[in-house]
């Protein structure tokens, strides 16, 4: 074809991890069906392949929450790059969990293969996409000022846009500027090192216990020259002398099994994963009620065989009963504070003790994300399913997206150490004062000269504020699944407006499509069946 026959080029908006696996789709289809296809790539960002999440650049503070024997982001068969455990050249364990730096520098490499093997006509232009219009012909786009185009396909992929503050933090950014108080986010946590390089001996604050908050932790410590050892911290001297973490529910999240072997006593049994795969599909399907129903019977049976093996015997009836709150209010179960939580996960995740039906529960569910998204991406689920299947994942998170045991047992040492202090963890309140901010709760408050924002902005179209998306939701070509949840895509991508109608040539993957799609938030989705389902249509489309 032409490289510049409108009716067949295509752009693909976002040039991270997800962008690059819907190209690796195309790819493949394309030889599949003998097809030649060219492709615009729109990006400002230099990481080919990684997005700022992965950059090559990012500090090795950050890590994946991902062993090595669980990475399986599998390359496209024609590709040369192999798996990452093979690409990785210092050959780590398969209990070792590698730096996002080192992940960028494979995607980038994936990339770079890809360009070279010349499957796909591909011209990368290193600019920002500002708006998408409809257009004779297809769609054109802004970018940086100048319009591009037509596209008879247009492929968003942009991963987390700019988003509006939330109140306490528009309050605290405003602070943050007529007062002695430093505001700072997690990421990129190479500016966040620099920065913390002069935050010594202060007290520093960090909105937020989740996953970010341990890499914020490292930032902090040994990123300033403190070091590990032998269950002992060892300050440099030029960390801050406490650090005060925070959240709604002041609970770290549970670690992730320490070992391969201690991993595999949650494995489900091929038959207990059949029985889910078939349950998911009805489940997305159904009421919210009946969901609820459908996925508890193929929980209960796979994780009473698992506590019972583990010596921690439940019945059927308690772990229905567990499930049962986790639906209606995720977490209600568990009434151990923060230090009692933190513990009982490193006794767990190190098998030191016996695991509790929640912790079973979130590893089982771990193990079937492949097969939870495979049945639930594939269908059209109805905004209250979708509320309560997706809320269900989210919750469970706390166990199933859980951060390495290292980590969680670095958090214990600093606690002991006591540079960090988890006693006003649980939703303090908080003043706005001079020289900073003051935590208050349980009859003891403390001051602090630094913020830490380590949050992951929520993708509810509403709060997005980069002119791409907020245009496409102003102009009524992209709408909300529900309240609570992203834009509504069809199975393979494509956007549905306001209107109720499909977009023809304009699709959308991602975590802005929750709702549509689940548990998009893993870096395994972005090389998955949501961008072959892509790739096919784009195909069957351009005939």
Known sequence: MERDDPSRMIAVVGLGPRGLGALESLAAQGRKAGVSLQVDVFDALPACGAGPNFSPDESPTCLLNIPVRDIEIRPPEYSRVGSFADWLADAPGPDAFPTRAAMGRYLEARWADLRELGYLGVSRHAGLVEAVQQAEGGWTLQVDGQWRGPYAEVLLAPGQPEVTPDDQLADWQAHSRQSDGTLAQAYPATRLVSAASGWAGQTVAIRGLALSAFDVLRALTTAQGGRFDQGRYIPSGQEPARILPFSLDGKPPFPKPGT?????????????????????????????????????????????????????????????????????????????????????????????????????????????????????????????????????????KRYSYGPPLSSSVELAVLIDAGVVDLALASDPDIDMVPAGWVLKGDGRSEAASVMIDAVLPSPVLSSITAPLVAGL???????????????????????????????????????????????ADSLHDCFGASGDRWAEGVLARLG
């Open 260 to 396: 391969e072997g201690l991993d595999a006593r949650f494995t489900p049994l091929a038959s207990e994963t059949a029985a889910f795969e078939g349950a998911i599909a009805k489940a997305a399907c159904a009421s919210a009620k009946e969901a609820a129903a459908i996925i508890n019977a193929a929980l209960v049976p796979a994780v009473v065989r698992i506590l019972a093996g583990c010596g921690a015997a439940k019945t059927a009836e308690q772990v229905m009963q567990w499930l049962d709150t986790e639906w209606r209010t995720p977490g209600a179960q568990e009434t151990d504070g923060p230090m009692d939580t933190l513990r009982s996960g490193i006794a767990m995740a190190e098998g030191s003790a016996a695991p509790t039906i929640g912790y079973a529960v979130g590893q089982v569910w771990r193990k079937w994300q492949d097969e939870l998204r495979a049945g639930y991406n594939a269908a059209q689920t109805d905004a209250e399913t979708a509320q309560a299947l997706v809320g269900f994942d989210e919750g469970v």
């Open 473 to 519: 939701v102003r102009d009524g070509w992209m709408s909300p699944l529900a309240d609570g949840l992203a834009a509504q895509t069809t199975a393979d991508g494509r956007v549905i407006g306001e209107d109720g109608k499909v977009a023809l040539g304009l699709c959308l993957l991602g975590r802005l499509a929750l709702g549509s799609v689940v548990a």
